[in-house]
């Protein structure tokens, strides 16, 4: 089964992203720390992948890295247990939410959608897909991002509010995930600006030996 989620981004249908998952980020943004999940989504359209560049938009300033763990749904689920939102994992992978910091304030603050801030093309850049046997859920897993050789990002998945599993049990009560489909976990603290002209250095490292890393540029 998971041969056909090699390609997944050509099939997902859905990248849903949680927001505030980790208590160090949500307080260095100033956002209290949520009592449930917060939800939103990126459309398709924002996946990019080496050896492309991330495009800021001509008229943006302030985009922000924020690295994300990343799970691919295998099984369907709807209103899934605990147990069944684990056995409907059918892998993993590194991803950014770039996210344009000035207009999502903007938005906030008139209580409008964020879509365009954290759904623009080249907004998803994504790394390969990671069988789920690489990568035991009970362990933590550490995620890291550099700008130009410089360490801005350093978390470790043990310190989500809600783990992967009880965040697909919530997302799947309310939307029904399918093959294919990407989960963004949320971002540890640490995140900041990147300009045109820099390097984003991304990666992961875990038990038995995990070691991924990607690299994008910012035109
Ligand atoms: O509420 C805010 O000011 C910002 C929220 C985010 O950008 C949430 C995330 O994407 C995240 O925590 O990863
Ligand atoms: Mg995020």
Known sequence: MADSLKNFRSICKKIIAVGRNYSEHA???GNTVPTKPIIFMKPTSAFVTEPNDIRIPADWDELH?????????DKQCQNVSKEEAEASIGGY??????TERKLQNE???QGLPWLLSKGFDTSCPCGDF???????????VNLWLNVNGNRRQNGHTRDMIFSVPDLI????????????????????AGVGPVRRGDQIEAGMEG????KYLMKFNVV
């Not at 890295?65 to 749904?73: A, K, L, S, T, W």
């Not at 038990?207 to 995990?210: C, K, V």
């Open 93 to 98: 992978c590194l991803a950014l939410d770039m």
């Open 207 to 210: 038990e038995h030996d995990l």
């Open 169 to 188: 049990v919530y997302i799947s009560k309310y939307i029904t995930l399918e093959h294919g489909d990407l989960i963004l976990t949320g971002t540890p």
């Open 107 to 109: 938005l906030k603050d």
């Open 27 to 29: 307080s260095e943004l």
């Open 130 to 140: 990671i069988p789920k046997e690489k990568i035991s859920l009970s362990s933590s």
């Open 65 to 73: 890295h924020e690295v994300e763990f990343g799970v691919i749904i």
